[in-house]
């Protein structure tokens, strides 16, 4: 029986797209405190504002992230959601599921919480919403106890790493995605458990270019698959896509009559390199120009697939724009073999570089892609020890003043004045 | 041995991590892991995967708000039993998928799911909108600007039909964040909706010596807006504090987070803003930032009626004008920016012309535009 009238919320159990509304209602039955959740939320829509108090530093012994602490302002109105927590559980990478697993941390949540969730947060954890800080060491314990199971990240330090569905079901991943998420959740369990970072770190892993997890946008460190050889083709399929046998894009846009495949007007005009053209029916691609942007092989995934040779090209710095505005990845290592027999050696060198180089030279709460931009890209390269790349930057910079060092002059900087002026009057 | 309060460091277990990602594939996953050939959109929702073993992934996606409770996960469990022997996933954007190994499996999926009200709508892929991804907003945050899961359901209701095909010239990718922060990361979106603070943060001097660290509140500001300040309370106790110059603050909210004496969060104040033309694939153009084009449309719960209708008027002028395969802001690039502001009837204000970091990149320093309406 509802608790709170609801009537702004119950408008949004109107429509056809599922409702948040009517699921709350639903685990109320079980979940008495979901009726506070919906009317405290009530209060909001009639207010127009939250009514969550700021922040709350709550956690588990040991840990300094995977909980965030909440607590009501209007406590006395809605008791059940007085102290209001969130557990950041790690995912498995990939977000794939076996529901015996699912059905016990329903379980533990349905004892320990209120019974919601996120599926998932916007880093990747599973989020668990909502509850009482006496609960907190009995859920970690049965977590970690009954489903082997840890908590994710939150505050300054690295947060739960993410990757694409990669090589699990997609056949353009250039590498083994989900084993470099694991084998670096892995390695860095303390490092995502114990804040020691300026601010929050992200990795993210792309299994190429098309970038499903956002990583060039959002990661601190982006591994976004490639290849360095030819696209592979097979010239009878290209002719199958061409005869309108197989509809473009797997049939992405199979809801509209755009007319038949036109394979000069879909493809190869679409290329950003022009590095492709038909030569008697045959489809040719000047491998030496093409930037691997995955367009025609999108288009095409049955004639087209990326080359053999794959790795991966390594980006740093990307976030949103709190505070210095938003920036993409920049491109440090053009490739580089993402290996899990090595360890991911490379990659592992290059994160505890920038950790090193980060953690000294960093502000409290700046990002690495901020620190990158405050100390500039030529500083951040020469201290990763990289040679210094035209693939680095778009364009050459427009303005002279170089920073030159002065080992770098003939003769250094040290000059006499005086023997200056005996040649040069005043 | 059960957890034991009176003892809560025994026995205890920390840095596991999480549970290893291949217990959790069905067969079919399992046994073609980076051997998969192709793939291909039967009908919107539906696709399927094929190995170079021959073996066939069928996935079905749904849609979700990713504010679920466990009675529904438990009903999403109940489904992967019955059809797909016990496993599932989910997508980057809140979607589910279940999937199953042969083609005969996945119309009684489908019945099943239609069979279930509208819990479970079959869509999201190709050229369509998929699931928007977005916040907590008033369900569990404590300095939005709007709500997250309100939104968000009432432009999926009008957008629903744009899920359920693949009518569109590309996909569209839709984010909400409901503050600045930007936990959704919604700054390389097609279409960003953006909860925004109009306000100057208040100081509440009567609690900021007990709650705050000053030095921390001033150097939040990006603008050099806060400064250290000394106020008198009712009881006639001198304090240290802060003022903030109200004409220097651009509302991005960084001081309340660090100081909760600061809040700036107000009915009035608060909005949401509209950005486009994002993107964060490499495909054929590079990743973009979305562009603010309506700088300010107000609050209004439940169903926030003026956010709806901007974007459905510009994902509806973006699906009659774009070419095939054409992102949204690769649209607004090859037409001008100027010509999509009159394609989408959005008037342009003053608030669209960058004045913060880095403003005069996007300044025009070019005698090339288009002469539309907007010049007299």
Redesign the interface.
């Known amino acids: 029986m509802a608790k709170h009238a609801t009537p702004?919320?119950d408008?949004?159990e109107?429509?056809?797209?599922?409702?948040?509304?009517t699921?709350?209602k639903?685990?109320a039955e079980?979940s008495p405190q979901?009726w506070d959740?919906l009317g405290q939320?009530e209060l909001?829509?009639k207010?127009?504002?939250?009514?969550?108090?700021?922040?709350g530093i709550v956690g588990v012994?040991?840990?300094g992230g995977g909980i965030v602490g909440?607590y009501s302002d209007s406590p006395d109105k809605f008791p059940g959601v007085a102290h209001?927590h969130?557990v950041r559980?790690?995912?498995?990478?990939?977000?794939?599921?076996?529901?015996?697993?699912?059905?016990k941390?329903?379980d533990i949540?349905?004892k320990r919480g209120s019974?919601?969730?996120?599926?998932?947060g916007?880093t990747?954890d599973l989020v668990l919403?909502?509850t009482t800080t006496d609960q907190l060491?009995?859920l970690f314990?049965?977590m970690?106890?009954e489903?082997?199971?840890?908590l994710?990240g939150s505050g300054s330090n690295l947060r739960t790493p993410?990757c694409?569905?990669g090589?699990?079901?997609?056949?353009y991943?250039c590498y083994?995605t989900?084993a470099a998420c694991?084998g670096l959740?892995?390695k860095y369990?303390?490092e995502i458990?114990r804040p020691a970072f300026p601010y929050k770190f992200k990795f993210k892993f792309s299994g190429c270019?098309?970038?499903?997890?956002?990583s060039?946008?959002?990661s601190d460190l982006s591994v976004?698959g490639t290849w360095r050889d030819d696209i592979r083709i097979d010239q009878a399929m290209v002719k199958k896509y061409m005869a309108g046998e197989i509809?473009a894009?797997?049939?992405?846009?199979?809801?509209?009559n755009?007319g038949k495949f036109d394979i000069q007007k879909?493809v190869i005009n679409?290329c950003?390199t022009g590095c492709m053209s038909l030569d008697g029916g045959a489809l040719k691609i000047d491998n030496a120009n093409c930037t691997?942007?995955?367009?025609c092989i999108?288009?095409m995934?049955?004639a087209l697939r990326p080359g053999t040779d794959t790795g991966a090209t390594i980006l740093c710095g990307a976030k949103?724009?709190?505070?210095?505005?938003?920036q993409?990845a920049t491109m440090i290592i053009p490739f580089m073999k993402i290996d899990p027999e090595n360890e991911f050696e490379e990659l592992v060198e290059l994160i505890e570089k920038i950790w090193d180089w980060w953690m000294e030279v960093g502000k409290?709460?700046e990002r690495v892609g901020e620190t990158m931009q405050r100390l500039g890209l030529p500083t951040f390269l020469e201290v990763m020890e990289l040679d210094p790349l035209p693939q680095h930057v778009k364009e050459p910079r427009s303005n002279p003043y170089v920073f030159w060092k002065e080992e770098e002059v003939e003769g250094g900087w040290e000059r006499n004045v005086k023997e200056f002026r005996k040649r040069h009057n005043m | 041995m059960a957890y034991d309060p009176n003892n809560p460091m025994a026995d205890r277990i920390t840095d596991i991590g999480p549970p290893h990602y291949e217990q959790m594939f069905p067969p079919v996953i399992k046994n073609n892991y980076g051997k998969w050939l192709y793939h291909e959109i039967l009908q919107p929702g539906v696709l399927v995967h094929v190995s170079e073993t021959g073996d066939e992934c069928y996935t079905v996606r749904v849609g979700s708000a990713r504010l679920i409770s466990i009675e529904h996960v438990r009903e999403l469990c109940d489904i992967a039993d019955k059809h797909c022997g016990g496993y599932l996933r989910f997508t980057t954007r809140n979607n589910v998928e279940f999937m199953v190994d042969s083609k005969a499996k996945v119309k009684p999926l489908l019945d099943d799911l239609a069979s279930r009200g509208n819990k479970f709508p079959v869509g999201g892929t190709g050229a369509g909108v998929t699931n928007i991804v977005h916040t907590q907003g008033w369900v569990h945050c404590h300095t939005p600007a709007t709500d997250a899961s309100g939104v968000v359901k009432a432009v999926m209701d009008e957008l629903f039909e744009y899920f359920t095909s693949m009518s569109l010239p590309a996909q569209v990718r839709i984010a909400l964040a409901c503050c600045l922060n930007m936990c959704g990361a919604v700054h390389a979106s097609d279409i960003a909706i953006l909860g925004i603070h109009r306000k100057p943060p208040m100081i509440d001097h009567d609690t900021i010596t007990g709650v705050c660290e000053l030095p921390l509140a001033i150097a939040a500001c990006p603008l050099g807006a806060i400064k250290p300040a000394k106020a008198t309370l009712a009881n006639g106790d001198e304090i240290k504090t802060v003022s903030v110059n109200a004409e220097r603050c651009m509302f991005c909210g960084n001081c309340y987070t660090m100081c909760p004496s600061m809040p700036l969060a107000d009915p009035e104040g608060d909005g949401i803003a509209i950005l486009v033309g994002g993107k964060v694939s490499n495909s054929k153009s590079a990743p973009k930032f979305s562009k603010l084009v309506i700088p300010y449309l107000p609050n209004h719960p439940p169903r926030w009626p003026e956010v709806v209708q901007s974007v459905k008027k510009i994902l509806v002028a973006y699906a009659k004008n774009a070419n095939k395969y054409e992102r949204l802001g690769e649209w607004a690039e090859r037409i001008g920016w100027e010509k999509f502001f009159e394609a989408c009837d959005i008037p342009f204000t003053i608030k669209s012309i960058d004045d913060y970091r880095l403003a005069y990149n996007t300044w025009r320093t070019t005698t090339q535009f288009k002469f539309t309406s907007h010049v007299k």
Not at chain 1, 90 to 102: A, E, G, I, V
Not at chain 1, 209 to 214: E, K, S, W
Not at chain 1, 249 to 256: C, F, T
Request: glycine fraction near 8%; include cysteine.
């Open positions: 702004l919320l408008e949004l109107k429509g056809p797209w599922p409702s948040f509304v699921d709350l639903r685990q079980k979901c959740i939320m909001s829509y207010d127009r504002i939250t009514h969550w108090k700021h922040g012994f040991g840990y909440r209001f969130t559980l790690n995912q498995p990478s990939s977000k794939f599921y076996r529901t015996d697993m699912l059905r941390v329903c949540w349905e019974g919601m969730t996120n599926f998932h916007s990747g919403l909502g060491e009995p314990y049965q970690t106890h489903l082997n199971w840890d994710g993410s694409c569905l090589k699990a079901r997609c056949e991943a083994d989900q694991y959740t892995m369990q303390d458990h270019p098309n970038d499903c997890v956002a060039i946008a959002r976004i509809p894009e797997g049939n992405a846009h199979g809801s509209r755009w879909e679409l950003p691997r942007c995955m367009h999108n288009v995934p049955r949103a724009p709190i505070l210095e505005g938003a993409f409290n709460r």
